[in-house]
């Protein structure tokens, strides 16, 4: 077993191990073995009066610019539940719930619910807020709800006023934050993470991350090969496909989705009544969607257009969840629905926070921009192009296609990122978690991140639904546990059955809703 921790400040050899991974303008820094970031101990403190005195808090200072490391410094928080065994103590777990834009600050005290004793007694669980996020400098663009509405379909006649919402968006961010945007990138979070890992007196770093987090913690692999250990990427993101293709892929694997839930409730039409042949499931599915785009259709208390319907399309990936909501959106349709409390179709706002600061309502919104916008300079930026794209994929992908490819803020960046995208094409050894029906990275998404790394190993829940595993009860978390506890990967990627019936299970990682149907992941 390792050394469980060496001194809290660093010594020379490992400031110098840490400067090469940076970009090359930080070699200036190799003649002060000890930059400012590096140079701090934590002071940890409980992080609310609620929470639990083992949950503690931290606030470190990183560079905006990691090429001007003694630049300009922007907050960092961390949290941090110590592991439970002195003896068995291995290390730190970080730990990222997606995004781009999610805070991770509560993590530690949410997952320590979920997670294994086993892993409990044998890390720190550490949580962070990514930089611009939550705790960590938060950026805000001043978007209204309205304007963080990205989920807009195609249509020739509001194509020149989505072109304004999209101008509007990336001039309001770049107004407000225009000098913070090109450093709000997964690149500088990664290098974030290693400033965590040194600062904690660490000499490598073990990780969970969902979602989002698998890119996040793939690029710290591709730039810290040697300070990752025991890597764990769930429901991960294709890193050839970011970011435009990680947004159309939601179209392209919600046509299988539906294609199986069109069969599925046609072979249950005695419970369902909604056809009992695949084709009459659809027709009557594409018949309500044609009907609320003449008239919309009152459902619990929300006015739903055919285009709310149709954005609602990660509801087909549980295919029980589906037909009953579309058995219910029927009843409504002829006049039978019961009303609720409204939903007025607005993102959900974020919540006030456990910790310190305020945060900007439209945080969440100006970090996922912030990152998806400057991580790659691949956005066209012709509007052209985007019209071209939303016809085509309409066609291609009648029920997302248009969504996924229109015109996002991205087209008006003005800064693009500090660094191009990340190659991901390491061979450190890492295990890749998958459900087969995953809304948000679809099946394709997760063995695409598979190839990439190329000592990776991946479990497949065949069957499997909803998005994020380890921690949910999952024939996947006995393969997880058994990686983080003992370092050993399986010989071969696994593929292991979920129980039927299946059902959705609750997400839980804290991502927005759409507007529309509710109760739907709407990003990563």
């Excluded at 990691?66 to 730190?92: C, M």
């Excluded at 069969?263 to 044609?290: E, S």
């Excluded at 295919?319 to 409204?342: D, F, H, N």
Aim: proline share 8%; glycine share 8%.
């Amino acid at each position: 077993m390792r050394s469980r921790r060496i001194a809290p400040v660093l010594a020379a050899s490992a400031v110098a191990a840490l400067i090469p991974a940076l970009t090359p303008a930080t070699a200036s820094a190799a003649a002060n073995p000890l930059p400012q970031h590096l140079d701090q101990r934590p002071a940890w403190h409980r992080c609310n009066s609620a929470a639990p005195a083992s949950f503690q808090c931290a606030t470190l200072k990183v560079p905006l610019d990691y090429s001007r490391p003694g630049g300009k410094k922007i907050d960092l928080a961390i949290s941090r539940i110590k592991a439970t065994s002195t003896a068995e103590r291995r290390g730190v777990l970080l730990l990222n719930p997606g995004g781009p834009g999610g805070p991770g600050l509560d993590m530690p005290q949410s997952l320590s619910a979920e997670l294994p004793k086993s892993v409990q007694r044998k890390y720190d669980l550490i949580g962070f807020d990514p930089r611009g996020v939550g705790q960590s400098s938060p950026i805000s663009c001043g978007l209204t709800a309205e304007e963080e509405n990205w989920q807009r379909p195609y249509k020739a006649a509001l194509f020149a006023k989505d072109v304004k919402w999209a101008r509007t968006v990336a001039e309001k961010c770049d107004a407000k934050q225009g000098d913070e945007l090109p450093h709000i990138t997964t690149r500088n979070t990664a290098r974030d993470m290693d400033v965590i890992r040194a600062v904690l007196g660490e000499k490598k770093i073990s990780y969970l991350g969902y979602s989002y987090g698998t890119y996040l913690g793939a690029v710290y692999t591709q730039m810290f090969p040697r300070r990752s250990d025991r890597i764990v990427l769930d429901s991960a993101i294709d890193p050839a496909r970011i970011w435009r293709g990680m947004i159309q892929v939601w179209a392209e694997g919600s046509e299988p989705a539906f294609t199986r839930w069109s069969k599925w409730t046609a072979q249950r039409h005695a419970t369902y009544k909604l056809g009992n042949t695949p084709d009459k499931v659809r027709k009557t599915f594409w018949a309500l969607v044609a009907q609320a785009n003449k008239k919309p259709i009152e459902l619990n208390g929300a006015s739903l257009s055919g285009d709310d319907i149709r954005a609602g399309r990660a509801m087909f990936f549980s295919v029980r969840e589906a037909a009953e909501q579309i058995v219910e959106l029927k009843k409504a349709a002829a006049g039978k629905g019961q009303s609720s409390t409204p939903d007025t179709g607005a993102p959900e706002r974020p919540a006030p926070p456990a910790f310190g600061r305020a945060v900007p309502a439209d945080n969440y919104s100006a970090s996922f921009w912030a990152v998806v916008c400057s991580d790659t300079r691949a956005w066209p930026r012709d509007p052209e192009q985007y019209r071209r794209d939303a016809i085509r994929d309409k066609a291609k992908y009648p029920l997302y296609g248009d969504f996924a490819s229109h015109i996002k803020p991205c087209a008006f960046w003005k800064k693009k990122g500090s660094e191009p995208a990340t190659t991901i094409d390491n061979k450190v050894g890492v295990l890749t978690l998958q459900n087969e029906w995953d809304s948000q990275t679809p099946l394709s998404s997760g063995l695409g991140m598979h190839r990439a790394m190329k000592g990776s190993r991946m479990v497949t829940v065949a069957g499997g639904v909803g998005h994020g595993i380890y921690g949910s009860k999952s024939c996947a978390d006995k393969t997880a546990t058994a990686y983080l506890t003992t370092g050993k990967l399986p010989a071969k990627d696994v593929t292991c059955k979920a129980p039927a019936p299946e059902r959705s299970s609750a997400a839980k990682l804290p991502i927005p809703m759409p507007p529309g149907i509710p109760g739907l992941p709407s990003r990563f």
